[in-house]
């Protein structure tokens, strides 16, 4: 089948897809990556299709309004920060949308894309399934990941959600009418269509492990949790030789990097990494990311991407933001983690991982203080209770095959 796999945002946004399609391909499938035209080398080391959308997410996170996102202390307003910057770029993202859907036999939607892509659905008559990386339907287990941590009893915790997956909805209520009479659709709003799906039993396959997230017990038909979806890395992927000396040139070094979250201040976070590291007598691997950290000495090495894969298996602990991808990636390499949560789901997976035992604590990045940050990383660096639990559970979740549910459901489309 002719697939066309869409997603939006950050790197980490788009890097299990390339995994997931890469799958999909080897299954027989021809897969086009449809996301951001500067990840378009992901989709190329992948052997996958790609269809760019516009819109550079890391510009737009380095504007005035991406900025601005740090000035909002809680969860809900960074959420409202984010919706008013989406809301401004949604339109061209789908109207560029519409040609790969005309060319596919079935869409495949991240959460972030699911609204248009379901008006794209509907009015091309094209089969479609949600590729979620967030537990976002409502349950009474657990708060809504974008909200916070902290529950509100079971009532709380459901219209969390609601609310959540609402206020995605209003960043495509123009483009969806749009788009809805562009194909001759009755012109529906985008709550009117997701109780639709809802009644429908629309299916959602999630790409994490039941191990870190159990599906819950609440959840309607439909929902299922499948495993982690890992960013490809081609099989003649090698560290660069200056990163395979340091790593040879004394004990396990620590992992740091935030990904593609940004800082209000480069310098100061970067000194505040480097000065924990140093108090708690460990070496690092620095990675610049779009925060642009930095570090210098014999015991620093600054890098720019690498394969989570290939590096993190030798680490003694990874200092990351506690995105859904390196989360994933640290608990694969069985190593523990220090999360410092920038925003959004951050706080989330960052709470998973101490509830695993992998992890001592985080310390925010609003918080962020070195001595704190020291004494935490002395824990998971040296400590043997996280670092066998980490070992044992990188060990289950890499025997499990995220993978193979979505391609069994295209399986039985066909």
């Known amino acids: 089948m002719r697939v066309a796999l869409m997603t939006a945002g950050s790197r980490g946004d788009v890097a299990p897809?390339?995994?997931?399609?890469h799958a999909l391909a080897r299954a027989g499938h021809e897969v086009t990556l449809v996301?951001?035209?500067?990840?378009?080398?992901?989709?190329?080391?992948?052997?996958?299709?790609?269809h760019a959308l516009p819109v550079d997410p890391?510009?737009?996170?380095?504007?005035?309004?991406?900025?601005?996102?740090?000035?909002?202390?809680?969860?809900?307003?960074?959420?409202?920060?984010?919706?008013?910057?989406?809301?401004?770029?949604?339109?061209?993202?789908?109207?560029?949308?519409?040609?790969?859907?005309?060319?596919?036999?079935?869409?495949?939607?991240?959460?972030?894309?699911?609204?248009?892509?379901?008006?794209?659905?509907?009015?091309?008559?094209?089969?479609?399934?949600?590729?979620?990386?967030?537990?976002?339907?409502?349950?009474?287990?657990?708060?809504?990941p974008v909200v916070g941590v902290r529950s509100l009893g079971a009532a709380g915790n459901r219209l969390s959600a609601r609310a959540v997956n609402a206020a995605l909805d209003l960043?495509?209520?123009?483009?969806?009418?749009?788009?809805?009479?562009?194909?001759?659709?009755?012109?529906?709003?985008?709550?009117?269509?997701?109780?639709a799906r809802e009644q429908q039993q629309w299916p959602?396959?999630?790409?994490?492990?039941?191990?870190?997230?159990?599906?819950?017990?609440?959840?309607?038909?439909?929902?299922d949790v499948c495993g982690y979806w890992w960013p490809h890395c081609p099989p003649t992927a090698q560290l660069p030789p200056r990163v395979r000396d340091f790593l040879l040139a004394g004990p396990p070094p620590v992992f740091v990097g935030l990904g593609s979250a940004t800082v209000?201040?480069?310098?100061?976070?970067?000194?505040?990494?480097?000065?924990?590291?140093?108090?708690?007598?460990?070496r690092g691997i620095v990675q610049r990311g779009w925060a642009g950290?930095?570090?210098?000495?014999d015991d620093m090495l600054t890098v720019d991407e690498l394969p989570h894969a290939l590096v993190f298996p030798h680490t003694a602990a990874v200092v990351h933001h506690a995105g859904a991808g390196t989360t994933a990636a640290a608990l694969r390499a069985g190593v523990p983690s220090v999360p410092v949560p920038v925003q959004f789901d951050a706080a989330f997976w960052a709470s998973?991982?101490?509830?695993?035992?992998?992890?001592?604590?985080?310390?925010?990045?609003?918080?962020?203080?070195?001595?704190?940050?020291?004494?935490?990383?002395?824990?998971?660096?040296?400590?043997?209770?996280?670092?066998?639990?980490?070992?044992?559970?990188?060990?289950?979740?890499?025997a499990e095959d995220g993978c193979g549910p979505v391609v069994s459901w295209l399986d039985r489309l066909g």
Do not use: N
């Open 58 to 144: 890391r510009a737009e996170l380095e504007s005035g309004a991406g900025r601005g996102l740090h000035r909002a202390t809680t969860g809900p307003g960074k959420l409202a920060r984010m919706i008013a910057l989406a809301r401004s770029l949604v339109a061209d993202l789908a109207d560029a949308m519409v040609a790969p859907a005309c060319r596919a036999d079935v869409l495949l939607l991240s959460a972030v894309l699911a609204p248009i892509g379901h008006v794209l659905a509907e009015g091309l008559d094209l089969p479609s399934l949600g590729v979620y990386l967030q537990p976002l339907a409502p349950t009474s287990e657990f708060l809504a």
């Open 35 to 50: 996301t951001h035209g500067r990840f378009e080398h992901l989709a190329k080391e992948a052997g996958l299709g790609f």
């Open 352 to 398: 998973r991982l101490a509830s695993l035992g992998v992890s001592p604590g985080a310390v925010p990045l609003r918080h962020l203080d070195a001595r704190a940050l020291s004494t935490l990383l002395t824990r998971a660096a040296r400590s043997d209770a996280h670092r066998d639990r980490a070992r044992h559970l990188g060990t289950l979740i890499r």
């Open 264 to 282: 209000p201040d480069a310098e100061r976070t970067s000194a505040a990494l480097v000065a924990a590291l140093r108090a708690a007598g460990l």
């Open 171 to 195: 960043i495509f209520i123009e483009a969806a009418r749009t788009m809805r009479g562009r194909l001759g659709l009755p012109p529906e709003g985008v709550r009117a269509t997701r109780h």
């Open 17 to 21: 897809y390339t995994g997931l399609g």
């Open 204 to 223: 959602v396959l999630h790409g994490f492990s039941p191990l870190v997230v159990p599906r819950p017990r609440d959840w309607r038909a439909g929902l």
């Open 293 to 297: 950290l930095h570090a210098e000495g």
